[in-house]
């Protein structure tokens, strides 16, 4: 996915789930900094707390088919079957699950919430699929998003958007020194990005792969 999707997207999806503006924009900055994650380094204290980073970005080795709108076909390297990918239909369910997994979160996590923001699913199906379908670059697409959230069509309340933040999250990692870590380094947002990082990857490395007898450590 584009920043279309693992931003605005997810902010979008965030908030017709009934999420708070502030919480919707960390769950949507995290999405998108998967991409941005680039340091592979350790910030240590002379107390002895760290941060200890972990690279979640990638070399962009092509132009990887992830626009919302394309359809388009591939041969596996392992057996030669042609199989044909939907993009805008693999992108609609992706939406669905996240609206409803952000309610699912919500009903656990009440104050993250804010009462009459929300839509249902069905309310916003057709406005979601329409953008996923939409043609265009990135910057397009992006605007589109943008345009349905400021006139109310994905959810109710506020609906300014905020702009993606990525670069202070990086530069809030970068600039740190030891003797610098705040006291409260666990509620800074890219801290807890890390700590997630290492949890799915842990949890890739242990659980899923070898449940498809696949080892890798």
Known sequence: MQMDMHYYGVYAMARAAGMRAGPAEIVATASEYVDDAIWDREVLAEDGRC???EMTAHK???YNPDRPYLRWRYVRAVDGKEVERDNPKDYLAAC???HEMF???LERMPKKGESGTGKRWKEIRNP???LIEIEGDKDTRIKAWKKAMRNNQLFGGNAKVPQYKGHKWSASIDDLEPLEIPKNIDK???YRFYQ???IYRAHVLSNL???SNIIAA
Do not use: E, G, H, N
Request: net charge positive; aromatic share 4%; charged share 25%.
């Open 96 to 98: 669905k699950a996240m």
């Open 188 to 190: 800074l947002p890219v």
């Open 51 to 53: 941060i200890l980073t």
């Open 60 to 62: 962009l080795l092509d």
């Open 128 to 130: 979601v699929k329409k």
């Open 209 to 211: 792969l070898p449940s």
């Open 103 to 105: 309610k699912a979160y």
């Open 196 to 198: 997630a990082v290492r």
